[in-house]
């Protein structure tokens, strides 16, 4: 039997132990799996309570069973979940029960969503926005995620392409009349005019900058500066939390130390770096370099320095803030003469925590400021972009070409209809699909 029509599980809740396991079953045995498993075939979609065990064995777990007949299921197939006690010992009986029944696997990462998506149970979009819900880490990454799977995208793209398809009909209609005097002209203007008109509101969309890119992937932020400055201090300030040890001691930093921050909803990864100076000590100046990378890298750097090591280094092309550290101690001196202008400053206390609630504030601002509107952003990976960027090309083509021949701008159509497919999953997209849902976790 070829993979796609076995039956496959998996467990779809969080890491035993807990409280309560998820384990969800798609497929043709499905069915079969709860009668023997449950004494029964439970009602649809109504929570049953059983004592799971095959017949002649010791009991596995006295659980609830859901049973969803296809294709009113998730995936399309015919689905069966077991919400049984979160033991490692009460899932591996589970599991084996569940490989022993003839063709029925663990299923592979994705492999469900996978499987409601080439049932048509949700478009590629809407899978990507599933995968970016499970994914988020703050509350405006949810929302965006969640306007996608609830097909955002989705719905403009199948929109588009039926007006791309009835322009296209209009055209060939005219190329098919094309001998009976003015009517190829009456067919064509109204295409054209569907074309232009959907032109500009895709060039509309692909002029957000590519804010909810942005808002998937973060901010990064880099702490630079020379060493013993008090840059894993305030690491451990905006993290709340020790995750860089601190010392007196230069050059205790000798490799990137990352930590994830939501702030204000807004994702940002703040980079711990080594002190940048010249040393003859062939770690540290590994750890150097890669601090130069990150921080060149970087979408904002804070240069972290205090009164007596105020040598500015960097040339990156991110914004640049400098903030003094270390204002509590008495030998402290303004930064005025080091700094370069233009160049915001800020004044902190990093070990006592002075200013470090106004640099807080302005980081929130500057992440605002960055990610921009992205409550109505519809693009929100660099594939979607790049495929409503081909359709936008084919429709500009279209109407460029249609005065040296209908069957050129009927051909131009033609590829803006098969990239709005792509964009759905829909045509011709078996090559993208591994790569997508793989990413997802096992059982989703």
Known sequence: MHPRDQTIFALSSGRPPSAIALVRVSGSQAGKIVTALAGKLPSPRMATRALLGNVGQRPIDDAVVLWFPGPASATGED?????????????????????????????????????????????????????DLIHADTDRQRRQALRQLKGLLG?????????????????????????????????????????????????????????????????????????????????????????????????????????????????????????????????????????RARAADADLVLWLADSLQAAFDHDGAAPIWRVRNKIDLEAARPLAEAGAPGLRSFEISASRGDGVPELIAALVDFAQRYFGGTESGLISRARQRKLLQETATSLRRSVAVVGQGEELAAEELRLAARSLGRLLGRVDVEDILDVIFREFCVGK
Do not use: C
């Not at 569940?98 to 809407?126: C, I, M, Q, W």
């Open 79 to 131: 689905v069966a979940e077991f919400h049984v006690h979160g033991g490692r010992a009460v899932l591996a009986a589970l599991f084996a029960a569940l490989s022993g029944f003839e063709d029925v696997r663990p299923a592979e990462p994705g492999e469900f969503t996978r499987r409601a998506f080439e049932n048509g149970k949700l478009d590629l979009t809407e899978a990507e926005g599933l995968d």
């Open 155 to 291: 719905d403009r793209a199948r929109d588009w392409r039926a007006r791309i398809i009835e322009a296209s009909a209009l055209i060939e209609a005219g190329i098919d009349f094309s001998d009976e005097g003015d009517v190829p002209a009456e067919l064509i203007a109204p295409a054209l005019a569907k074309v232009k008109a959907l032109l500009v509101e895709i060039e509309e969309v692909l002029a957000g900058q590519g804010r909810s890119e942005r808002l998937r992937d973060g901010l990064v932020v880099a702490i630079a500066g020379p060493p013993n400055v008090g840059k894993s201090t305030l690491m451990n300030q905006l993290a709340r939390r020790e995750v860089a040890i601190v010392s007196p001691h230069a050059g205790t930093t000798r490799d990137v130390i990352e930590v994830q921050l939501d702030l204000d909803g807004y994702p940002v990864t703040v980079i711990d770096t080594a002190g940048i100076r010249e040393t003859d000590d062939p770690v540290e100046q590994e750890g150097v370099r890669r601090a």
